[in-house]
């Protein structure tokens, strides 16, 4: 596995490195294609999972990612150790649950808004051939029941990819705004992409495709407020599972648990049903949620 997310990518897989196997020798067709099904399909279950601060902070500043020091020994003491814990893995649960077998990520969680991604050579060649779905069979048809998806929206082309990791491969949603150069560069890399959007990755369109694409049954998102928030604006969440350090962080401007564009007047928000609730001696509190459904 490939990936600039050295410390956020190999905190949800194993650090072995892997070597893809050769190709099969026949063309990667989707599991709609296949089966000779209409590829319009229910979508993939979308399972937010989320730790946050009392007051629904995600993160300690803007501009501080939790994945790199002293940011992550701070959010890990906000709490207290507890031998009856209420922490889990949200990402054995759900693939225990649904099969889920993709982790969604937006690339603000791996690149800070402020840093300068490395240049990438110039792409010289037709642009018009980047702008479809790269699915090499290498990589698709090497899978096994264990394999995960890593997934990034990244349609402005910032992530650099680095690393393998056994049973996981790298699949970036992309649109028709990204960078011909990025596209290229993840073309040279074969790293999975689908374009799905103009100017903006389309979340709709981007869920579904991972359906039809590549047989994905759910998402489970550990994405930052911005990307839930527009998961949310989408109406694409089916569960939320939250968690809540008994802490305050405050600050205006600092991320939350959804953020995104606002409310408009008069529109309702997203009712939940609650599944259960539990606290821990260390007084923190997890939640988990099913969206209702109009």
């Known amino acids: 596995m490939r990936g600039s997310p050295q410390d956020g990518f190999a905190a949800r897989a194993p650090s072995l490195p892997v070597e ?3 190709a099969a020798g026949r063309p990667w067709r ?24 009392v007051d629904g902070k995600v993160a300690l500043t ?30 054995e649960l759900v693939k225990q649950q649904y099969g889920c077998n993709a982790i969604l990520e937006g ?56 690393e393998r990791h056994e049973n996981w491969d ?17 073309r040279r890399e074969r790293i999975c992409y689908l374009v799905v959007g103009e100017e903006r990755v389309d979340l709709n369109r981007a869920v579904a495709a991972m359906g039809t694409e590549l047989g994905i049954t759910c998402v489970l998102s550990n994405a930052g407020g911005g990307l839930n928030g527009a998961l949310l ?20 401007g600092t991320p939350s648990v959804m953020d995104g564009s606002p409310l408009s007047v008069g529109e309702a928000p997203t009712r939940l049903e609650l599944l259960s609730a539990q606290t821990d001696a260390g007084g923190a509190v997890r939640l988990h949620y099913a969206v209702r459904q109009s």
Request: glycine share 4%; no cysteine; aromatic share 6%.
């Open 170 to 186: 790298a699949l970036v949603l992309v649109a028709r705004s990204t960078p011909a150069d990025y596209l290229s560069y993840l």
């Open 30 to 53: 989707s599991p709609a294609q296949r089966t000779g099904e209409d590829p319009v399909q229910k979508r993939p279950r979308v399972v937010v999972s989320v730790e946050a601060s």
């Open 20 to 22: 893809l196997s050769a």
């Open 62 to 91: 803007r501009n501080a990612l939790l994945m790199h020091q002293p940011s992550t020994e701070l959010w890990a003491s906000m709490t207290p150790e507890s031998s009856d814990s209420v922490a889990i893995d949200v990402t």
């Open 233 to 252: 604006r989408a109406g694409l969440i089916d569960e939320l599972h939250l968690t809540l350090a008994p802490a305050l962080i405050g600050g205006l």
């Open 107 to 162: 690339s603000g969680s791996l690149v800070s808004e402020d840093a300068i991604p490395s240049e990438l050579p110039t792409y010289d060649g037709d642009p018009d051939t980047l702008y479809e779905h790269f699915l090499p069979a290498e990589v698709i048809e090497q899978r096994t029941p264990l394999h995960m998806w890593f997934t990034i929206v990244d349609s402005r082309g910032r992530v650099r990819w680095t």
